[in-house]
């Protein structure tokens, strides 16, 4: 009961991360989400967090001391992608954050944003993407190469996670359908990405502002 109450309030936490998103990306526009579009996010995340979670839980039952380096390198190799991004294109650094701060407090502020910005990819689609060399510090384009390469990499190695599982189970998955098992959580996770795409092709408030379609880029 706990776990589900706890993963309802995540999921809740992330469909309104994206509203959100939505309005700081378009705040120019008076943004309306029909319900329709309420019921795509909340199965686009809940199928995309559960099934992340359940992967993670499955690896780290037989590999315990790996798992965290898998977590580790997710953590690192998001939470240093905003600053290579920031670093390659050469912006000036943010000053107009906060006037009282100084720059180690720009700094650390800056760090902080990063480090939910990794905690949150490690496990789902962040719906606002941090652009330091943005004033607002966040992407206010809509990229979808960078969201179709994140998807297709965590399909890639949630199936290696879950083919390590099924390779070194123990005894205790022993009346559990491990084959079966495996093909729910890789099939859970697609269903999520297509409530994704459902959402932005068909749903989303915005979706006439798009310079193409999600289907047109793919």
């Not at 760090?111 to 789902?124: E, Q, V």
Request: with cysteine; charged share 15%.
């Amino acid at each position: 009961i706990f776990m589900v109450l706890s993963l309802l309030s995540i999921v809740y936490g992330a469909l309104r991360c994206n509203i959100l998103a939505i309005e700081i990306k378009y705040d120019d526009y008076d943004v309306h989400v029909k319900p329709v579009a309420y019921l795509c996010i909340f199965m686009w995340r809940s199928f995309e967090i559960a099934t992340r979670v359940a992967v993670l839980v499955l690896f780290g039952s037989v590999l315990r001391i790996w798992v965290f380096l898998v977590v580790l390198l997710n953590f690192l190799g998001f939470f240093f992608y905003p600053w290579i991004l920031f670093w390659l294109s050469k912006s000036p650094f943010p000053e107009n954050i906060e006037k009282e701060l100084s720059r180690v407090g720009t700094t650390i502020v800056l760090c902080l944003l990063t480090f939910l910005y990794a905690g949150i990819n490690m496990f789902c689609w962040s719906g606002a993407q941090v652009e330091l060399s943005d004033p607002d510090l966040i992407s206010k384009s809509q990229n979808w190469y960078r969201m179709t390469v994140y998807y297709i990499m965590r399909l890639m190695e949630n199936a290696f996670l879950l083919l390590m599982w099924y390779i070194y189970r123990t005894d205790f998955y022993l009346y559990v359908c491990a084959p079966m098992l495996f093909l729910q959580l890789l099939i859970g996770y697609c269903m999520g990405i297509f409530f994704m795409l459902v959402f932005y092709q068909f749903c989303h408030p915005c979706k006439k502002l798009f310079s193409s379609s999600i289907t047109e880029a793919l």
